[in-house]
């Protein structure tokens, strides 16, 4: 079952999420005589946390249905799954068909590496049903990018492919949003770096990465690279693939990342976004628009553009 961070009444809390509703998870922790240690944060409940088998036994409770303790969705405040990573780490051109649609030519795995970039984790994320704001300083080119997002669960060095899968504690849904002609300094000298750099700035904008709804633990036996993926806009489609057109699996991005920099624990990787952004198609956010960007098993991070 997946798990979800909620605010509710001024305090935030730790749930199971279902797409009709929340269950906090400390009613039912009393209910079955649990004591759990104060806090809100998913990892201790999460593969490789020190109450994951508490949880597991909880979540046992709730097979026969419905609790006196459930939340509708809308009486509840999301908040992101994880709120202070140390690290916030994104994927460019990972699925073959978003690099083709850019106007690049895709590469086997074996010739080439995964392109790592960042952003700063305390201003671009945003919690689902918060807004996603246009900036003022270049507003007509904000575009979408509907990514698996994979939360860190063990300290990790120098881990193989075979074993990365062992430090992952779950997964979850990051909508990377990108400006796609940021271009400080109209009337500036060009230099030969000016294109990289006005792409990643273009990354960094506020609430330019929402993150949730919920967490799905990254279970033994669970395979990340066969989940749907679907970006809506206004409801019409968008994006629709697989994380199995990953050039690069989540396994690979672990060991590549692992290899250069130790992964802690609540560290986030976005795994890159597949074809069907706007900019393929000339069609970019605008105030009013609504943002669904959903995998399947997970659940729909929704925000409206402001």
Not at 72 to 101: F, M
Not at 177 to 191: G, K, L, M, T, W
Not at 231 to 243: C, K, M, P, W, Y
Request: glycine share 10%; charged share 25%; hydrophobic share 40%.
């Amino acid at each position: 079952m997946r798990l979800c961070r909620y605010e509710q009444d001024g305090a935030t809390r730790v749930g199971f999420f279902q797409d009709h509703g929340v269950t906090p998870l400390r009613e039912v922790a009393a209910a079955q005589q649990v004591d759990l240690p104060d806090g809100d944060s998913l990892l201790p409940f999460l593969p490789g946390g020190a109450l994951r088998d508490s949880v597991v036994d909880l979540e046992q409770s709730l097979a026969d249905g419905p609790t006196p303790f459930d939340l509708p969705l809308d009486s509840v405040r999301l908040k992101v799954p994880h709120a202070t990573p140390g690290k916030l780490l994104l994927l460019a051109g990972n699925y073959s068909k978003h690099i083709e649609e850019g106007g690049g030519r895709a590469e086997e795995r074996s010739r080439t590496f995964p392109y790592v970039f960042m952003k700063p984790p305390s201003t671009t994320l945003t919690h689902p049903g918060d807004p996603v704001r246009i900036p003022a300083c270049s507003p007509d080119h904000i575009d979408w990018e509907l990514e698996l997002g994979v939360i860190i669960g063990r300290t990790c060095r120098d881990v193989t492919e075979a074993q990365a899968l062992d430090y992952v504690a779950g997964f979850t849904v990051v909508n990377d949003i990108s400006d796609r002609q940021f271009r400080p300094n109209p009337e500036r000298a060009e230099r030969e770096k000016d294109g990289f750099f006005d792409w990643l700035h273009g990354k960094w904008h506020d609430s330019f990465c929402p993150l949730g709804p919920a967490v799905l633990p990254a279970e033994p036996g669970l395979d990340p690279q066969t989940l749907g993926l679907q970006l809506r806009v206004n409801g019409q489609i968008e994006q629709d693939a697989s994380t199995a057109d990953m050039v690069f699996p989540v396994a690979a991005i672990v060991e590549f990342i692992s290899g250069i920099v130790t992964l802690e624990p609540g560290d986030i990787i976005s795994t890159g976004t597949p074809a069907g952004v706007g900019a393929a198609k000339g069609r970019f956010l605008k105030p009013g628009d609504q943002l669904e960007a959903e995998i399947a098993g997970i659940g729909v991070l929704r925000n409206p553009v402001v």
